[in-house]
């Protein structure tokens, strides 16, 4: 599932348009990624603390923060912290309005699934930048709605002929990975021998 934020984007999925983003904040590593797969990685202007992938979007300035630090805090801390902030209404992220200010953007893109897995339009509200920049809020709770992320994502970059193709593209990488364990798990059976699988 995905929607539109308070500040209205319109997403045209069945053509291109001419007012095209320029210049794209992503807050979701997920977002980031998918952008990059369109080929859309040089209108990328900003990312979040979450997003490392690929490694090349890691030279762009990056906004965001937790409010505690994951490199010095242990497990236990981290999870103390969630919880507190959690318990009391309270932004986890950090946003620095300055940067977001400086890079002027024309798009964000973030979610509304988890607010202790990554920003969401909550953590945005205290930030005026923020608010009076065209947003996409994705909201995946299935495989299927990540794959109709891609599709929301590319029409609001203004490009919704490749985010067809490159959900296409990966659902029939599914549908290969369902036939492989089709006919392993009718084998096995055959032979009464349930596989063995290992998730990476």
Do not use: W
């Amino acid at each position: 599932n995905s929607e539109v934020s308070t500040t209205p984007l319109l997403v045209d999925k069945e053509k291109e348009t001419d007012k095209k983003p320029q210049r794209v904040v992503s807050l979701l590593g997920a977002s980031t990624e998918t952008v990059y797969r369109l080929g859309l990685g040089s209108i990328l202007v900003g990312r979040s603390h979450e997003c490392d992938y690929p490694p090349l979007c890691l030279s762009l300035p990056c906004i965001s923060r937790p409010r505690f630090d994951p490199e010095t805090s242990s497990s236990k801390e981290i999870d103390d912290a969630v919880r507190y902030h959690s318990a009391n209404g309270n932004a986890i992220y950090r946003l620095d309005s300055d940067i977001i200010s400086q890079l002027q953007p024309d798009l964000i893109i973030a979610q509304d699934h988890c607010r202790v897995c990554a920003i969401t339009p909550d953590d945005m509200k205290n930030s005026e930048t923020c608010m009076n920049v065209p947003q996409i809020i994705v909201k995946p709770s299935t495989l299927q709605d990540c794959f109709d992320n891609i599709e929301t994502i590319a029409c609001g970059l203004g490009y919704p002929e490749r985010g067809r193709k490159l959900k296409e593209t990966l659902e029939h990488r599914l549908d290969q990975v369902r036939e492989v364990v089709a006919t392993t798990t009718a084998t096995s059976n055959n032979n009464n021998n349930r596989p063995n699988v290992a998730l990476l």
